[in-house]
């Protein structure tokens, strides 16, 4: 029912930046708890990039702390990723996820994204 859409992936070369957004839709949304980005590069297992709360507290991977950065937009249901020195290692296909609750629901749901590919060229 909740419905997530990401944007922004592409190409960039080392050293660029790109910002993604992901934007929940429903009718019946009440709030958004947790929003996180992922990513998947060939080959490996999907791991976590970042997290925001709905207070605003963030965590990062440590291979992307000072680089990435996290933020949300309640009124506009919305966690962009600002991804600043990219590096090919970024490669991979980023999701976003979010902690839905849904109106007359009595327990919240992790809702995902399509996914988006990132590629950094050298």
């Known amino acids: 029912q909740v419905q997530l859409v990401e944007s922004g992936g592409g190409l960039a070369q080392a050293g660029g930046s790109l910002r993604l957004s992901c934007s929940a839709s429903?009718?019946?949304?009440?709030?958004?708890?947790?929003m996180n980005w992922y990513r998947q590069a060939p080959g490996k297992q999907r791991e976590s990039v970042a997290s925001?709360?709905?207070?605003?507290?963030?965590n990062y991977a440590d291979d992307v702390k000072g680089r990435f950065t996290i933020s949300r937009d309640n009124a506009k249901r919305t966690v962009y990723l600002q991804m600043n020195s990219l590096k090919p290692e970024d490669t991979a296909v980023y999701y976003c996820?979010?902690?839905?609750?849904?109106?007359?629901?009595?327990?919240?749901?992790?809702?995902w994204g399509q996914g988006t590919q990132v590629t950094v060229s050298s």
């Open positions: 996820s979010m902690d839905v609750v849904r109106i007359m629901v009595f327990r919240s749901s992790v809702c």
């Open positions: 429903g009718s019946d949304i009440y709030a958004i708890n947790d």
């Open positions: 925001i709360t709905s207070d605003g507290n963030t």
